[in-house]
């Protein structure tokens, strides 16, 4: 089998996946050990008898709908390669939006930043090596996140974060300067909860009741007790969240509250500024 071919099989993919093609791409490049670039360079070169062996395997795990993160053990987000593991959700190119829009309201000063539900440390960790001033605290109740965090961490070295074991601000302590958050808000009813990769992803990291929007009223009514003053929450959502999300934050009393869209024009990342300005009379409505 060539290069080409063996490309080709991405044909039994199409159904599966939207990315049938780049899914080869990535498996092959992992067996080859090779940049994708090889792959269009040298297409007809003829894979060894192992290496066919073991490209079929991999193919036959990605038919029967195995993320391919799963298959390699790593995902790239940001500029960085993160080990995943089934314990976590898989990073996403969509939570980009939410690391940029970050980056965008701090400096390089000596900030407090908390990253809740850190998963495998994406948010985090990115966050970090773009600002090496900033201290991150990543949290999350699950301890084989924590872990898996930590070994990103160790070998990224990335000094300027942390993680700990802690249900949502349990564990937390001080105040921050910025709090963000890709917290579960799926719908426990959607049906697009038994299709595609969330098949292999923890449930408990994908759905909260009321529709999906119960940690994310929760988070931003706890947020307002852990936010310096003028800091800001800012967290990830569905797509069709976004008035809810505004809706939510107007109610605790934030400001400055507004929804950004990620690359696919879609309603990704809702954020707002604590407290409300003076004169709105929320200003100081914490319970």
Not at 16 to 31: G, M, P, T, V
Not at 85 to 96: N, S, V, Y
Request: with cysteine; net charge negative; hydrophobic share 40%.
């Amino acid at each position: 089998m060539r290069i080409d071919e063996a490309l080709a099989q991405s044909a039994r993919l199409e159904k599966l996946s939207d990315s049938a093609r780049l899914d080869l791409e990535l498996l092959l490049c992992h067996l080859l050990e090779k940049p994708r670039s090889y792959l269009f360079t040298w297409p007809d070169r003829t894979l060894t008898p192992q290496q066919q062996e073991a490209f079929m395997a991999l193919l036959a795990r990605r038919e029967k709908g195995e993320p391919v993160a799963h298959i390699l053990g790593y995902r790239d987000f940001w500029t960085l390669q993160l080990e995943v593991t089934p314990d976590t959700l898989i990073p996403r190119p969509d939570t980009e939006t939410l690391v940029e829009l970050a980056l965008a309201k701090l400096d390089n000063g000596d900030y407090r930043v908390a990253d809740l539900g850190t998963g495998t440390g994406a948010i985090a960790l990115a966050l970090a090596s773009e600002r090496p001033a900033w201290q991150l605290t990543g949290c999350d109740r699950v301890a084989a996140a924590v872990a898996l965090a930590e070994r990103n961490r160790q070998r990224l070295g990335i000094s300027n974060a942390g993680f700990c074991q802690s249900n949502w601000f349990d564990a937390l302590e001080g105040e921050f300067d910025l709090l963000v958050s890709n917290p579960p808000y799926i719908d426990p009813q959607d049906p697009h909860l038994a299709q595609g990769d969330v098949r292999f992803e923890p449930l408990s990291a994908l759905v909260a009741d009321n529709a999906g929007m119960a940690d994310i009223q929760l988070i931003a009514e706890q947020a307002r007790h852990y936010l310096k003053p003028g800091g800001w929450l800012m967290f990830e959502h569905g797509y069709d969240q976004g008035e809810a999300s505004r809706r939510v934050l107007a109610q605790c009393g934030y400001s400055e509250i507004s929804t950004e869209q990620d690359l696919g024009s879609r309603d990704r990342v809702t954020l707002g500024r604590w407290p409300a300005a003076p004169g709105t009379g929320v200003e100081n409505d914490v319970e």
